[in-house]
């Protein structure tokens, strides 16, 4: 017999991502930022590397081109991102955090601090490490 979808391990992944994303969006709209789990990913991983390409962004934060390109159109629009033209390259841009932009990665940050301890909560050490095994390991067969 067929097992049923939510049997199934990839289900709970899923299911367990879309929770959580959920879960912390609210927590992130409750305090009143304006500003979406998407949009803080793409400023958080810029302001690690503000040199790094759009492709590699999207890569980076499991979106398509497009997607980033809107999340950055948008948090240009907002004042938390410079956009300006690349001197070598005019089909690339020069993307830099304005300090609105560094203040709402921190802001957000300690939210995100909170989320994670909170959707963690009742697993100790040796279980989230363990869990971090066991999808490193999903994420190796398949790749």
């Given at each position: 017999?067929?097992?049923?979808?939510?049997?199934?391990?990839?289900y709970?992944?899923?299911?367990?991502?879309k929770?959580?994303?959920?879960?912390?969006?609210?927590?992130?709209?409750?305090?009143?930022?304006?500003?979406?789990?998407?949009?803080?990913?793409?400023?958080d991983?810029?302001?690690?590397?503000?040199?790094?390409?759009?492709?590699?962004?999207?890569?980076?934060?499991?979106?398509?081109?497009?997607?980033?390109?809107?999340?950055?159109?948008?948090?240009?629009?907002?004042?938390?991102?410079?956009?300006?033209?690349?001197?070598?390259?005019?089909?690339?841009?020069?993307?830099?955090i304005?300090?609105?932009?560094?203040?709402?990665?921190?802001?957000?940050?300690?939210?995100?601090?909170?989320?994670?301890?909170?959707?963690?909560?009742?697993l100790?050490?040796?279980?989230?490490?363990?869990?971090?095994?066991?999808?490193?390991?999903?994420?190796?067969?398949?790749?």
């Amino acid at each position: 017999m067929p097992e049923k979808v939510t049997g199934v391990v990839f289900y709970t992944i899923e299911k367990a991502i879309k929770t959580y994303r959920k879960f912390a969006q609210h927590r992130i709209d409750r305090a009143g930022l304006g500003i979406t789990i998407d949009q803080w990913l793409v400023l958080d991983s810029l302001k690690c590397n503000e040199t790094i390409s759009q492709n590699k962004l999207a890569e980076l934060v499991f979106k398509d081109v497009a997607s980033v390109t809107r999340i950055i159109d948008l948090l240009v629009k907002k004042g938390h991102l410079i956009r300006s033209e690349h001197p070598d390259d005019r089909r690339r841009f020069n993307l830099k955090i304005t300090d609105s932009g560094k203040e709402i990665i921190e802001k957000v940050s300690s939210i995100v601090d909170e989320n994670r301890q909170l959707a963690l909560s009742g697993l100790d050490e040796a279980c989230v490490t363990q869990i971090q095994s066991s999808l490193d390991q999903i994420i190796s067969n398949c790749q």
